[in-house]
T-cell receptor, first 114, second 114 residues
Framework: ETGVTQSPTHLIKTRGQQVTLRCSSQ?????VSWYQQALGQGPQFIFQ???????GRGNFPPRFSGLQFPNYSSELNVNALELDDSALYLC?????????????FGPGTRLTVT | GENVEQHPSTLSVQEGDSAVIKCTYS??????FPWYKQELGKRPQLIID?????GEKKDQRIAVTLNKTAKHFSLHITETQPEDSAVYFC?????????????FGTGTRLKVLA
């Protein structure tokens, strides 16, 4: 298993609420990417953080926001939850941007919006 | 935008036979191509990867080939075993927009029949 951890494991929220998901990157990794994986689909890139700054974003609305801390752990915040936000949220950590490319996934947070 | 197509969506093989999964990417600036194996309810796990300056890479029963001209890469699994049954995702790491994001294929569900 990788050293990437995520919390919580499962979460149930109501439409319109806000949620914060957390990710601790593997030791030594300074880049964290967040993905949304709907059932039966591949992971969809949400955004990436490198050294505490957002370094790229996928096709997700502004109500998806993030943060990276000095220890390189990261948060994903989703406001005004919609039913379609129900998915597995994965974070992946890697070392640098143009250096070693391998990224390793955490176990994910299963979000259910009712 | 960037896109990765993956085929087939499902693949059934007899134990001991070979399995081949193919992906095509659209971003010519993509320079790194990982393959992930995801078992039910678990995180995607990196199984093999290839960089754009290499045409082929092998690791025991698993190999990946890359054709940059055709923007095509493939995963080959030989002597398949029941424990190879899982969903496999290809991905392309691009950088043409200045962000090093990973675009995933839609996945191939591999069933190895004993």
């Amino acid at each position: 298993e990788t050293g990437v951890t995520q919390s919580p494991t499962h979460l149930i929220k109501t439409r319109g609420q806000q949620v914060t998901l957390r990710c601790s990157s593997q030791s030594g990794h300074n880049t964290v990417s967040w993905y949304q994986q709907a059932l039966g689909q591949g992971p969809q890139f949400i955004f990436q953080y490198y050294r505490e700054e957002e370094n790229g974003r996928g096709n997700f609305p502004p109500r998806f926001s993030g943060l990276q801390f000095p220890n390189y752990s990261s948060e994903l915040n989703v406001n005004a939850l919609e039913l379609d936000d129900s998915a597995l949220y994965l974070c992946a950590s890697s070392l640098g941007l143009a250096g070693t490319y391998e990224q390793y996934f955490g176990p994910g947070t299963r979000l259910t919006v009712t | 935008g960037e896109n990765v197509e993956q085929h087939p969506s499902t693949l059934s093989v007899q134990e001991g036979d070979s399995a081949v999964i193919k992906c095509t990417y659209s971003d010519s600036a993509s320079n790194y191509f990982p393959w992930y194996k995801q078992e039910l309810g678990k995180r995607p796990q990196l199984i093999i990867d290839i960089r754009s300056n290499v045409g082929e890479k092998k690791d025991q029963r698993i190999a990946v080939t890359l054709n940059k001209t055709a923007k095509h890469f493939s995963l080959h699994i030989t002597e398949t075993q029941p424990e190879d049954s899982a969903v496999y995702f290809c991905a392309a790491r691009g950088g043409s927009s200045g962000t090093y994001k990973y675009i995933f294929g839609t996945g191939t569900r591999l069933k190895v029949l004993a």
